[in-house]
């Protein structure tokens, strides 16, 4: 089995050197190059081409955020985890924003790293559960009760798996919340992406809370 190649961003070398003692216990997770920039981590992705980048929002010189859009447009197949301290509302959003594939924060267990790394490797997004929830409800109570654009008409069960979606359920799991398959699943996110023009599951949720379309109760 291929070992998924990861190269780590943060300005701390102490975080990096930690993280990579971590990863490289894993069979499946394999450390090939390390950045303390986001010029570096760019550059970096150039050469290397990593299955994923591990990056760090706050560094010195270019931002996360604006070293993870340019990473998605040089290199489009490599997987972006944010990995930060930050839980301010408004830099999630901006980093969910610039396409990126999952965030966790710095506290979370090593094992939900490592899950996320996974579940984000099998093509999902992920967001760490205590921070899905505590940003849905910080845009539900911002959210316009009367969104100026019309929203896209979800059947029922669209609507149910996008409820669980936003629970940070993945495909199995839902699968088996629904008793319905896993490929049933998948089909059924292509099309609420499709209908809600999201390119991925975190953000479908996001607009649909801002929309009215679910809520968190």
């Known amino acids: 089995m ?7 961003v943060d300005d701390h070398e102490v975080v990096r050197r930690g993280l990579a003692l971590l ?12 950045a303390a920039t986001g010029l570096e981590a760019i550059q970096q992705v150039q050469t290397l081409r990593p299955d994923f980048v591990l990056l ?20 489009p197949q490599t997987r972006v985890l944010i990995v930060s301290g930050v839980d301010n509302a408004e830099e999630i959003v901006s980093a969910l924003e610039s396409n990126v594939d999952g965030y966790v924060l710095k506290d979370a267990p090593p094992s939900e790293l490592i899950h996320a790394i996974r579940v984000i490797a099998g093509g999902e997004a992920y967001l760490q559960p205590a921070v899905t929830k505590r940003l849905l409800r910080r845009m539900a109570v911002a959210a316009d009760p009367r969104p100026a654009v019309v929203p896209p008409q979800l059947t029922p069960r669209e609507l149910e798996i996008l409820r669980l979606v936003a629970a940070n359920q993945s495909n199995k799991e839902i699968a088996i919340a629904l008793t319905i ?12 992406l499709q209908k809600l023009e999201q390119p991925n599951r975190v953000q479908a949720a996001l607009t649909a809370v801002r929309l009215g379309l679910i809520d968190l109760e």
Do not use: F, N, Y
């Not at 398959?181 to 059924?188: F, K, L, P, W, Y």
């Open 2 to 8: 291929a070992k998924i190649k990861i190269l780590l």
């Open 23 to 34: 990863l490289d216990l894993e069979a499946d997770l394999e450390v090939v190059g390390e």
């Open 56 to 75: 760090d929002l706050r560094m010195p010189g270019m931002r996360g955020v604006q070293a993870a859009r340019t990473i998605k447009r040089v290199s």
């Open 181 to 192: 398959g896993e490929e049933t699943v998948r089909s059924h996110i292509k099309r609420i």
